[in-house]
């Protein structure tokens, strides 16, 4: 255990390293979910009827909207590693093999809560009004931490399994798809109905809905909130837990 603690902090501190030197991109997603947030609020805001101010209701599906865009940040990151010869450097040292991909992992939950930040910050100047508890600003953190990691690690299996940086790019289209086809937007019974069982069923709806009914208790929510957040929580986990293990097993078969 005190290698793996040691080799996990050894690879999170090239990860954030990584991240400081690659200023262009960390400019592109924190500027990108800002751009979507002014351009859904005052373009379409005026037409959109959520049953409370649409600022309330949208911001928390940018936010999570960001993370899929930093996701598909890191499946790029990860086929550099695997393609660039550094994978073939740490092959041969001591090293756990999902270790590697850690430090992706934790420098993408470091960037990603830079840009909640950055947003929250947009999203209050622009008439959001959080009503959420120093333990609901926590919850709803956490909340968005947990759905970080699970498809922060969806995209680390992707890189690792790609031969390109084009085929690793395309992974953006996937991941900044899902929160359009949820409640990130619009409510999910104004979608059509071959979309909205979809939406209704997918992981990142429970999410929205949880961090929404933590930061803003004026936004119509769901009948059983408590139930949404424990489905929400099960699926991060269980996603989580699932791509990660599939990474390090792809990893560790990569040749």
Known sequence: MTYVLRDVSTMTVRGLRLVSRDVDAMITAVLLPVIILLMFVLIFGGAMDTGTEYINYVTPGVILLAAGFGAANTALAVEHDM???????????????WTVLSGHVVA????????????FGVSILM?????????EWLAAVGMILLFVGWITWLAALVGVLVRSPDAAGGFSFFVMFLPYASS???PVDTLPGWLRG?????PVTPVIETVRGLVSGDVPTVADPAGVAVLAVVWCLGLGLAFAVAAG???RARR
Not at 87 to 97: G, K, Y
Not at 109 to 119: A, D, G, Q, W
Not at 198 to 202: L, W
Request: glycine share 6%; aromatic share 8%; net charge positive.
């Open 184 to 186: 990130a937007f619009v």
């Open 108 to 119: 993408s939950l470091v960037k990603n809560l830079v840009t909640t930040t950055v947003v």
């Open 83 to 97: 393609s660039s010869g550094m994978v073939e450097r740490l092959r041969s040292m001591p090293v756990t093999a």
């Open 127 to 135: 008439g959001f009004r959080p009503e959420a508890s120093p333990l």
């Open 249 to 251: 097993l792809a990893f």
């Open 198 to 202: 979809f939406a209704g069923h997918q």
